[in-house]
């Protein structure tokens, strides 16, 4: 796949500088070197929440979690 993107003039020198440096090979290493760690912590960031909504729904099955009409019946403010 061919994509074609404008870069903001601040972006585009600091790859510069870094293809400069030797840190990657062309514009085109840098974008997808960002793009794969972006896509690879949002991965993660996502995993994290279905750990975590998986916890919750198990703790609301075994009814650790009260609902917003039991948590107001007993006096907590929802």
């Known amino acids: ?16 500088k870094l293809i400069a440096k030797g840190y990657y090979k062309d514009v085109n290493d840098a974008v997808l070197h960002g793009l794969r760690r972006e896509i690879k912590e949002h991965l993660k960031d996502t995993e994290k929440d279905i750990v975590f ?4 729904r198990r703790a609301a099955v075994s009814g650790e979690i009260l609902s917003d009409k039991e948590a107001t019946a007993h006096g907590l403010r929802v």
Request: aromatic fraction near 0%.
């Open 1 to 16: 796949m061919n994509v074609t993107i404008s870069l903001p003039a601040k972006l585009a020198t600091g790859a510069k």
């Open 53 to 56: 909504d998986a916890k919750v």
